[in-house]
T-cell receptor, first 111, second 112 residues
Framework: KQEVTQIPAALSVPEGENLVLNCSFTDSAIYNLQWFRQDPGKGLTSLLLIQSSQREQTSGRLNASLDKSSGRSTLYIAASQPGDSATYLCAVCADDYKLSFGAGTTVTVRA | NAGVTQTPKFQVLKTGQSMTLQCAQDMNHEYMSWYRQDPGMGLRLIHYSVGAGITDQGEVPNGYNVSRSTTEDFPLRLLSAAPSQTSVYFC???????????FGPGTRLTVL
């Protein structure tokens, strides 16, 4: 059974600092890995999707890396802003489209 | 496009009652799924469907039924609600060639 772990569970940084969020998974036989953002009381919004054959994906200030062999992914958010405050979820996808989620990292960016 | 819609947003049930959580998508996605989210835990897969007429169980299917009569709709039925089913329920859909999963806004269910 795939286990996904996100450390730390919570993170508080001053505005402008770079954010580094970690995700680890136990089974390297994955189809893709996705990072989601969840605002309080809301649904999930997909941020980045990395296919198993890729090493990284970038979108604006966001960059996600994938090291499948070591079972790790890292989400970098450059120059954080208060609007980046949210919970970030990592999800590993098997080839049957089932997602295994981590518990998330709750980020607070202080103005 | 409305994306993925879910109704109701909030629901309170008494133990033993039944109800249906509605989910619809207008993106013509083949794959749809239901997850539950509990505090301190990741989302867990309840049931999923790869197309109309095809459903299968996920990680935590007990106490729930699904059907998929059309591509657009994927309702989740609670047969006899229990307090352990108090949770936030999310429906998701994905196009099988793009892989990105789109989530609905969720239904917050409380079972007393």
């Amino acid at each position: 059974k795939q286990e996904v772990t996100q450390i730390p569970a919570a993170l508080s940084v001053p505005e402008g600092e770079n954010l580094v969020l970690n995700c680890s998974f136990t089974d390297s036989a994955i189809y893709n890995l996705q990072w989601f953002r969840q605002d309080p009381g809301k649904g999930l919004t997909s941020l980045l999707l990395i296919q198993s054959s890729q090493r990284e994906q970038t979108s604006g200030r966001l960059n996600a890396s994938l090291d499948k062999s070591s079972g790790r992914s890292t989400l970098y958010i450059a120059a954080s802003q208060p609007g980046d405050s949210a919970t970030y979820l990592c999800a590993v996808c098997a080839d049957d489209y089932k997602l295994s989620f981590g518990a998330g990292t709750t980020v607070t960016v202080r103005a | 496009n409305a994306g993925v819609t879910q109704t109701p947003k909030f629901q309170v049930l008494k133990t033993g009652q039944s109800m249906t959580l509605q989910c619809a998508q207008d993106m013509n996605h083949e794959y749809m799924s239901w997850y539950r989210q509990d505090p301190g835990m990741g989302l867990r897969l309840i049931h999923y469907s790869v197309g109309a007429g095809i459903t299968d169980q996920g990680e935590v299917p007990n106490g729930y039924n699904v059907s998929r009569s059309t591509t657009e709709d994927f309702p989740l039925r609670l047969l006899s609600a229990a307090p352990s089913q108090t949770s936030v329920y999310f429906c998701a859909s994905t196009h099988l060639t793009t892989d990105t999963q789109y989530f609905g806004p969720g239904t917050r269910l409380t079972v007393l």
